[in-house]
């Protein structure tokens, strides 16, 4: 399984990104995609998941300014109204229980691409 995002940049406050995360190798039916950040010196964090029945979770920090869509293939994270407090590594994630590898629940990471906003 291999997650690869695109679509991090440079972007000025009050601008919009739309992330990309395209996923090879699986196809499942029972998943959670998720976006999920990381800032210099902070923990990473959720930013927001879609179920395969398309239920939706948002951080509070990105609600009303983030969407999350896409499926088991291909994901979106379309960024709008952007802070300078967005500025993180945002990674891409696939989970399933109902698919083990290595006798343990499908957990599976991008590398990350950078959003730096400025002011």
């Known amino acids: 399984v291999q997650l690869k995002e695109s679509g991090g940049g440079l972007v000025q406050s009050g601008g919009s990104l739309r992330l990309s995360c395209r996923i090879d190798?699986?196809?499942?039916?029972?998943?959670?995609m998720g976006w999920y950040r990381q800032a210099p010196g902070k923990e990473r964090e959720m930013v927001a998941t879609?179920?395969?029945?398309?239920v939706l979770i948002y951080a509070d920090s990105v609600k009303g300014r983030f969407t999350i869509s896409g499926d088991s293939a291909t994901a979106y994270l379309q960024m709008n109204r952007l802070k300078s407090e967005d500025t993180a590594v945002y990674y891409c994630?696939?989970?399933?229980?109902?698919?083990?590898?290595?006798?343990?629940?499908?957990?599976?990471w991008g590398q990350g691409t950078l959003v730096t906003v400025f002011s």
């Open positions: 994630n696939l989970k399933s229980e109902a698919l083990l590898l290595d006798s343990r629940p499908l957990d599976a």
């Open positions: 190798g699986i196809r499942i039916s029972v998943y959670t």
């Open positions: 879609v179920t395969n029945d398309t």
